[in-house]
C-alpha cells in the first residue's frame, strides 16, 4: 500500500519505496557490524593461541651487526663461515656500507653459528636457545661495515678486441 505525501501525482514518494530504502541501508549496516565483530572474534582467537602458531614469519630469526674488516675481506670471512653451517638465499649489496643476507639454516646449528660469525662480525646479543631440531629457519642478517665510504666502485678490467 503505498501512502502519497502531496496532492501532486507527479512529485510523489510512496512510503513503502522510502522504507525499502531505509531498509536496505539497516541491512548493509548490519551485515557491515556483523563481518567487524567476527573479523574480532577471529583476532581475539588468535591471540589467545601459542605465538609460533599464528605468526607466519615465527621461523624468522633477525641479527644485526658491524664488520671492523674492509668490505672484501670481510664477506670472504662471513660468506666461509655461513657455508659451513647452512646457505645464502639471498644478498643485497648498499654501496660499500652495509649487506642484508637472507640465511637459511637449521635450527640446531644456529648457536654455532653465531659462535662463528662472532669472530669476525660484531653482533647484537642473541640468547641462543638449546634446540636438537632439524627444522629449517631463516636468519636475516643485516651487517654494516665500519669503513664503508658510501662510494663503491668496481673496476672493470679493460678487454682487447
Known sequence: RI????QNSNSSIGINQFNFSLLIKLICL???IRLLQCNF????????QPFIENNKHAEWIYWTG??????TNGLNQIKD???????IQDFHLYSDIS??????IEEHKIGALYEALSDCVH???YEIKPSDKSLERTLMLNITFS???GDMKNEVIAVPG
Not at 658491524?66 to 668490505?71: F, G, P
Open 3 to 6: 501512502i502519497k505525501l502531496s
Open 30 to 32: 548490519f551485515v557491515f
Open 41 to 48: 572474534a577471529v583476532l581475539k582467537s588468535n591471540m589467545e
Open 66 to 71: 658491524i664488520c671492523n674488516a674492509d668490505r
Open 81 to 87: 663461515c655461513i657455508d659451513k653451517f647452512g646457505f
Open 99 to 104: 649487506i642484508a643476507l637472507n640465511v637459511s
Open 123 to 125: 653482533l647484537d646479543f
Open 147 to 149: 669503513k664503508g665510504t
